[in-house]
Structure formats: C-alpha cells, structure tokens
C-alpha cells in the first residue's frame, strides 16, 4: 500500500485532534472558580478571627460588669461621657477609661486593631445610637459584634475613676441620654453595645 | 520518483498517535481544572463558619433575656418589704419587666431583620417566700427557739446564704466528727426518706478556719470543708453559700449532697442554734452556737403555714419573712429569614442549677 494513499486520513486526524485540543482547553478555562475575590479569603480568615476575639472580649466583659459599667459610665454634672470633650462627642484616641476600655485598647489597639464602639437605645419611639468610640472609618474587612445589656431603675452612674455614684441613678439623673423606656417595671432600657473591628 | 522511505509490505500504520497524545493531554487539563477547583472551593469553605444560620445568635438572644429576667426578680424582690401575703405588688412589675424586655429588645432585634417576642407563661410568677436575718443574731426563731422549722413541704429554695460572725468552736484534735447532740449548729434537710445535716463550726485550736461539714443522718460523715477566714474589720467571718456551695468563695463538694432533694417536697431545719437538740426556747438562756446573718428565698407562698413559721414582721432583730417572687417562665421565639427558634426560659437567680 501506498502511505500517499491515506494523507486525507492523516489530515481528518490532525484536525480532530487540534479540535480535542482546543475544546479541553477552552472547557478548563470555563470550570475553574478563579474569581476577584479567591484570593481574598485569607481577609475572610481575619474577619472571623477578629470577629470571634471581640464576641469573646464582649460576653467576658458582660459577665465581670464591666460593660455595664461602661454605659453608665456617665458625668451627669456637665451632661456627657467622661473624659470626652464637648467638640470631639467620642473618644478619638482609644477606649473609654474604664476597665472595659483598657481590655480593648489592650486586646485591639495594640495589635493593629481599630474600633468603633456604640450604644444603640430605644428613645422615644426610634432606635438611637450614641458614637462612644471614633477611631475612623472602618475598611470594607471590618467586623460587628454586639452584646446587650438591660438596665434597670436603681443602677447608678458611674464616676471618672469608674466608682459608683451614690447619689446619682439612672432615674434621677438630669442629663443621662438613655432615658426610662420600661414602664411600670424595673426595667430601665435595653441597651446593644456594637464593637467594629478592622485591621489598620 | 524514490521513496522517502520503504513502503510496508505488512499494511500496518503507526495507529492514530496524535489523536491519542491530543486525547491524553485534553485529559490532563480537565484533570488539572478539577484540582484547582477542589482547591479554591477549600479554602471557600474554609472560611465559613459553621453557624450558617444564625443560630449562635439566637442562643446570645436567650442568654441576655434570661440575664434581664434575672436582674428584675431580684430587683423586684429587694424593693419589697411586706409580708402581708399579697403577692399582687411583685407579680405586676414582673409581667411588665418581661413586656418590656420584649419591646425593647424586640425593637432592636428587628433592625437586624428579627422577630424577637417574649411572654410570661401561666402559672407564673411562682409566689416564693424570702427569709432572712440582716443583723448579727443567733439563728434561732422568733420564740427563741434553739431549733426550728424554717419551711415543710417545700419544692426548692434559692440564693441561700449565711455570713456567720461567730460560730461555736470545737476543740477536738479531730475534724468533722461533731454530731447532733453535740453543741454545733446544722442546718437539717430531709424529704423524710434522704436526712442530710450540714454543720458550721471553728477548727477552734487546730487553727484552720471554718468548718463545714456534711453527715447522712445516721453519723456517717459524707464530707467536709475547711477554710481560713476572711477578716472584716475587727471580726473574722465566714461565708458559707448553700446554693453555689461554695465555703468563703472555694467550691466545696460536699455542699452538693443535699441537692437531691431540691426538687421537693422537703423539710428544712434549722437545728442546736443555742444549746442542743430539743430544748425549748433555748437561746433565752444558753449560749448561742452561731451568730450572723443569713438569707434565702423557700419556693413556697408565705400564706403556706409551714413556711418561715418562726419567723417575725419586725423590720430589725429577728427573722423575718416577707412574700418574694420565686421563679419565673417566659416563652421566648425568634426568627430569622433562616431559623425560628421557641424555647421556655425559666429564671430563678440563685437557684442550685444554674
């Protein structure tokens, strides 16, 4: 037999092949999940790390009292926060000065860590939020955590040097921004503090 | 013309080679393109957590709720003084501290897109009965009675604390061998089957503190616990924490052997407060065998006759008893675009299992 005899079977072949070729080559580039944001998942690892920090900080918190505490943490006489200047409206350097406030300056702002704190209240017939902490403007990898706190009608507020005010409650307080949303109980207001967390 | 090359006589080719190598290597990438999906979808996954419900916030929910419902019952119960047996002035402030909470949590649930709602169950409040004595006395009753029951029939009693100031001091080389007949004072708890006794007394020259110790009823010690004082001011006392059975703050296990028999019904005495084991009105003549103060709410109405029957109306000096809420069952649901949770939370602040 002569090999000229199958050229134009040689030449179907090649061709079935390239064309094997180019189709798998084009359906692998199809499937794969390359996208923008694969290679972004080491910032979601971050996220839930801060994330499961600051819930910890937060209930560790809660439990010891020291974040209620801190939202009682309250100059009545001069009508704000302690140790916040009339202009600035929230500490713009670092965390309250209470115990709660150190935790956080120790747990985040040593290690990179920037937060916003809030307290978000029931006042009148909306929901409000005092800013307590202004440290800037989270990035889009930023974090919330939340935990509530009840108050009730015989807490008192708390002293620049975190000791309880024994003449000041929360009740006969002048200028306290939470005001008595709990009628007929012992139930002052409930009060959601949220921590932002991102990394700077 | 030549040949290139010999032509075959056998007729057999080289097989089709490159449709074969193309088929292979078409192989090769979709098994690489699979690879590098397994491994993109990895690390996805990796970074989720488990709780793609939202479930963990729900259990947050129902741990805030309980803790709010707990701070009322007590507040409720601080500011109240009477014994007069209506209940009616606790059980209100209570209802509306449980719609409040509700509201006012309800309210901030729904900015996160939840329905959150609580509501007091029937039957609830239950009426409870809040003995105590703030002064540094003997324990004995109003009549001065030496022992005394404090509540019969009683299915449970919370936040039970005595801060003692003077206990009576045993001497013996050896500890936790006292006995009823001897001049210590006990706390007997009993459902008529299970006795247990829980005496508070001084290591006296041994040195080591207080003293507590657990028998069966029958003299067989069960266990004990000792620990120095605390001292405050000019005193040295001791606190012992029936309820989180705990001896001037340090667990103490042999506290828990009478837990048993919270569930009820029970009896609960207070035993050799002056004296010894039946003496009548004892500690208008003899020595007392304890002095200090103590507190604890019995799961009972104060109209129940067998409740604080020994104790007084006075505002000072001797026991007293006033009407206190006992406990509290709040149905709560949440739901979520994802869960909808419903579950009883029932709060006793001070209460032996929580």
Request: proline fraction near 3%; include cysteine; charged fraction near 15%.
């Amino acid at each position: 037999m002569d090999v000229n005899d199958r050229g134009q079977a040689h030449t179907v072949e090649a061709f079935s092949a390239a064309i094997v070729l180019l189709a798998s080559v084009l359906f692998a580039l199809q499937v794969t999940a390359v996208t923008p944001l694969t290679a972004s998942t080491a910032s979601q690892h971050i996220e839930n790390q801060q994330s499961g920090v600051g819930g910890g900080v937060l209930d560790e918190a809660a439990e010891s009292g020291a974040l209620k505490r801190t939202v009682l943490y309250f100059d009545d006489f001069n009508g704000r926060i302690h140790n916040i200047s009339s202009n600035a409206g929230a500490y713009t350097n670092a965390g309250p000065r209470t115990e709660f406030g150190s935790t956080l300056n120790e747990t985040f702002l040593d290690r990179g860590i920037a937060f916003n704190l809030y307290f978000v209240y029931q006042s009148g017939g909306s929901v409000a939020t005092e800013q307590v902490v202004d440290l800037g403007v989270p990035s889009e990898n930023a974090v919330t955590v939340h935990r509530t706190v009840t108050l009730y009608d015989d807490d008192h507020l708390y002293d620049y040097d975190e000791t309880r005010n024994a003449s000041v409650t929360v009740r006969n307080a002048t200028n306290y921004y939470i005001a008595d949303r709990g009628a007929n109980s012992p139930v002052f207001n409930v009060v959601k503090v949220k921590l932002t967390l991102w990394r700077m | 013309m030549a040949h290139v090359k010999l032509p075959t006589t056998t007729g057999r080719g080289r097989a089709q080679m490159l449709l074969v190598a193309a088929f292979g290597v078409a192989v090769m990438l979709v098994a690489l393109a699979l690879i590098l999906n397994t491994a993109i979808y990895t690390e996805n996954i990796a970074t989720r957590g488990s709780d793609i419900s939202g479930g963990k916030d729900a259990l947050r929910f129902r741990a805030v709720t309980h803790e709010g419902i707990d701070g009322s019952i007590k507040y409720v119960n601080l500011h109240n003084n009477t014994s007069d047996g209506n209940y009616e002035p606790l059980v209100k402030p209570t209802k509306y501290a449980v719609w409040n909470l509700s509201n006012l949590s309800g309210r901030q649930q729904a900015t996160d897109s939840i329905v959150a709602n609580l509501s007091v169950k029937p039957h609830s409040p239950s009426e409870g009965t809040h003995v105590f004595q703030r002064t540094d006395l003997n324990f004995s009753n109003e009549s001065s009675d030496a022992s005394w029951t404090v509540a019969r029939g009683t299915h449970g009693v919370r936040g039970f604390s005595v801060n003692v100031s003077e206990p009576n001091v045993d001497n013996s080389t050896s500890v936790g061998a006292v006995s009823p007949s001897d001049e210590f004072f006990y706390v007997n708890v009993t459902d008529g089957t299970e006795v247990y006794n829980i005496f508070i007394y001084d290591d006296g020259d041994n040195g080591n503190g207080i003293v507590l110790q657990v028998d069966d009823g029958s003299g067989s010690t069960l266990g004990t616990c000792i620990q120095s004082y605390d001292s405050m001011g000019t005193e040295s006392r001791a606190i012992v924490d029936f309820s989180n059975a705990t001896v001037q703050g340090n667990t103490c296990p042999a506290l828990k052997e009478y837990w048993s028999l919270l569930d009820g019904p029970f009896t609960m005495h207070f035993n050799n407060t002056c004296g010894v084991t039946g003496t009548v009105d004892a500690c208008l003549t003899d020595d007392p065998n304890i002095e200090g103060q103590f507190s604890f709410i019995v799961n009972q109405s104060i109209n129940d006759t067998w409740v604080h029957a020994g104790t007084g109306t006075s505002a000072v000096a001797d026991p007293n008893a006033t009407t206190a809420i006992y406990s509290v069952t709040v149905r709560m649901t949440y739901e979520s675009k994802r869960l909808y949770y419903a579950t009883d939370i029932r709060s006793a602040p001070g209460e032996t299992d929580e």
